[in-house]
């Protein structure tokens, strides 16, 4: 590369798109057309970058040493210690201060220069290469058009296993997941925009699809579509007035000073944002005013009758919200904002929802939403098809089958509600935005898709095999219950010495990822066990149709998707100890299967 200024194979600074940051890159090449440099990180991520992004390394070791004194709060984060970890350092920055960096941008020059002194803290310890970043300069690559192209590194997730055990990996990955910058933004999932538009679409057809099924007599796919009722019987006032005293119901008890304040996991911007998860006390005092309501006279049967229409109110209800939530995000900070729902696509942006945690004041939407009315609802639906199936069958009690249902999945959402606090560690608490599919599947998709084993057991009796059911749930529960408050534990404390015999592996954002333990088993235990608790309760209803398996085969389908969602994002976040990760632990969700 003649006349240019920086050299094919030469280590410089690279500036991180839209944000202040500089990692070191290797430079792999020049294009006089667009004038753009490809360069590759240390986590094997290339872009394209223009020579006023591109900086010496010398200048910038002197200065960001005499910088380095300075703590952000990510900064202080990522220099919490794994159990398992030695006295190595994480030499990067972590992903919280990238994104801190990319405001920086639009913010004012006063504020900016005062967040600079935090920005500039990138640490250039000496980095040892990896061997995929070294021989990456040997061949010359395709050289895009775009001003910024990030190309991503082939999904490397069933790779074969190194016989490596983890305390070498740590020494080796300590020293090569050094510098890994965060993306800025996701790749589209959900088949994109086009799939948006498939899935605003399909996904309300669907709840209407097996709410009209599950009532006829031969619930059947050859039924297809079903007899669809008259307009009008969609609509019901008093129904759509029944939901908006269950949601404001909810939202006292959530507001409610009673119950623990726990604190999310740290933001972007190092925040913590303080939530109410007093999940438990709502669910107690939901049952009592159900028992209260059953004992004064009221008909609960009700929502087994009215199941159409309070659905269609629900509905309505969740595009309401979805449609507040999207103007609500164009008034947000650039900070407040999800890697995933941004794509400047209206549809799309809608669907997957822009803002991490739109709030009114304290109020949060999304958590309230995921863990409060649709979940609560749940049982209480449950409970009503209960009472519907006494009445409709004249029996004195609900059948086994019935009960069965009801306390399987009554203990799921009571557990989901008693460990409340793990939810802050999960996918959508973390990472997803807050729109359309979301809102739509905690106040609509779980209460009335996730009910059709009872609203089927209602008109379809059925000889139930417990023993197995009850083994199944107790061994799916035991791994769901273990694994999920095995990681919560370990994100909310990495030093926690009940942790202490875990082997972990040390990423470039200054977390561990856990790789033995239940984590070791799969990379999801926790999808397992809940996979088998599906099961469970998918029993009970016998093999007469195929319609109460319904949940058993979208649990799958959704799982799978979610792993691999997971698994991209993962490897975005944290590169070269993510692959080691999946090298380590091979199989996804069941062992030796998948
Ligand atoms: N009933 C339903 O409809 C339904 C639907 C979906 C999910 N669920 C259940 O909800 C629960 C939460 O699921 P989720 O999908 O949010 O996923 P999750 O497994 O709870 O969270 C995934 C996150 O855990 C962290 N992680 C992954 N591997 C790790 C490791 N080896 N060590 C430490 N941290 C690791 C990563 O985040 P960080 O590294 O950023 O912390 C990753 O993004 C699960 O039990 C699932 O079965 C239920
Ligand atoms: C197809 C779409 C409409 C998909 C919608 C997905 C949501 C319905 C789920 C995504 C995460 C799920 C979840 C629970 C319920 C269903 C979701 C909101 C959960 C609250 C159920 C109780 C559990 O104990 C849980 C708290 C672990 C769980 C968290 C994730």
Redesign the pocket.
């Known amino acids: 590369m003649p006349s240019v200024k920086y050299q094919r194979g030469e280590m410089v600074m690279g500036r991180w798109p839209g944000s202040s940051l500089y990692y070191e890159v290797k430079v792999l090449g020049y294009d006089t057309k667009s004038q753009l440099y490809t360069v590759i990180y240390k986590d094997g991520t290339e872009l394209e970058l223009k020579e006023q992004d591109i900086r010496n390394i010398a200048g910038f070791q002197t200065r960001s040493r005499s910088r380095s004194r300075s703590r952000s709060p990510g900064r202080r984060r990522s220099r919490s210690r794994s159990p398992a970890r030695t006295t190595r350092r994480s030499s990067s920055r972590t992903a919280a201060a990238v994104a801190a960096a990319a405001i920086m941008e639009s913010a004012p020059s006063s504020r900016r220069d005062a967040k600079l002194k935090d920005t500039l803290e990138v640490r250039l310890s000496p980095l040892v290469s990896a061997r995929a970043f070294e021989s990456k300069v040997e061949a010359e690559p395709e050289l895009n058009q775009g001003r910024y192209n990030l190309r991503r590194r082939k999904e490397d997730g069933d790779a074969k296993p190194v016989e490596t055990k983890p305390e070498q990996l740590e020494e080796k990955d300590a020293k090569v997941a050094a510098a890994a910058p965060a993306n800025l933004s996701t790749p589209l999932d959900f088949g994109g925009k086009i799939g948006a538009y498939f899935w605003l679409l399909f996904l309300p057809a669907w709840v209407l699809f097996v709410v009209l099924q599950g009532d006829l007599e031969d619930p059947s796919l050859v039924n297809f579509p079903p007899p669809l009722p008259p307009l009008e019987e969609f609509w019901d006032a008093q129904a759509l007035g029944f939901v908006i005293l269950w949601v404001l119901l909810q939202a006292l008890l959530y507001i409610l000073p009673f119950g623990k304040l726990s604190e999310g996991m740290p933001l972007s911007s190092g925040e913590r944002l303080k939530y109410r998860t007093n999940g438990f006390f709502a669910i107690t005092v939901s049952a009592l005013a159900a028992a209260a309501a059953v004992y004064l006279g009221v008909d609960l049967t009700y929502i087994h009758s009215h199941f159409l229409q309070l659905a269609t109110a629900t509905f309505l209800i969740s595009v309401l919200l979805s449609a507040y939530l999207y103007v609500h995000s164009c008034y947000a900070e650039p900070a407040q904002l999800a890697l995933g729902g941004n794509s400047g696509n209206v549809v799309y942006d809608f669907f997957k929802g822009r803002e991490l945690n739109p709030r009114i004041k304290n109020f949060d939407l999304k958590f309230f939403c995921e863990m409060r009315p649709g979940l609560i609802g749940w049982c209480l639906i449950n409970f009503a098809m209960a009472l519907a199936e006494m009445k409709e069958q004249r029996l004195d009690a609900p059948s086994y089958s019935m009960i069965l249902v009801n306390l399987f999945q009554l203990l799921y959402v009571v557990d989901g509600l008693w460990n409340e606090e793990a939810i802050l560690?999960?996918?959508?608490l973390?990472?997803d935005g807050f729109g359309f599919m979301l809102a739509f599947g905690d106040l609509v998709w779980v209460p009335f898709t996730y009910t059709l084993q009872a609203y089927y057991l209602v008109s379809h009796p059925n000889p139930l095999i417990p023993s197995l059911s009850l083994c199944l749930l107790v061994v799916g529960f035991y791994i769901?219950r273990k694994s999920?408050s095995e990681?919560n534990a370990?994100?909310r404390n990495p030093s926690d010495p009940k942790l202490s015999h875990l082997k972990t592996i040390p990423t470039a954002t200054g977390?561990s990822?856990?790789?033995s333990g239940w984590?070791g088993v799969v990379?999801?235990p926790?999808?397992l066990g809940?996979l088998i608790m599906a099961l469970a309760w998918s029993l009970p209803c016998g093999f007469s149709h195929l319609l109460p398996w319904y949940y058993m085969i979208y649990?799958i389908i959704?799982?799978v998707h979610?792993d691999s969602r997971?698994m991209s994002?993962?490897r975005r976040?944290y590169g070269s100890a993510w692959d080691e990760?999946c090298r380590t632990v091979r199989y996804r969700i069941i062992p030796r299967v998948y």
């Not at 560690?425 to 959508?428: A, G, V």
């Open positions: 560690t999960t996918m959508d973390m990472h769901f999920n990681k370990f994100r977390k990822l856990l790789v984590w990379r999801h926790n999808y809940d649990f959704l799982l979610r997971d994002e993962c976040k990760y």
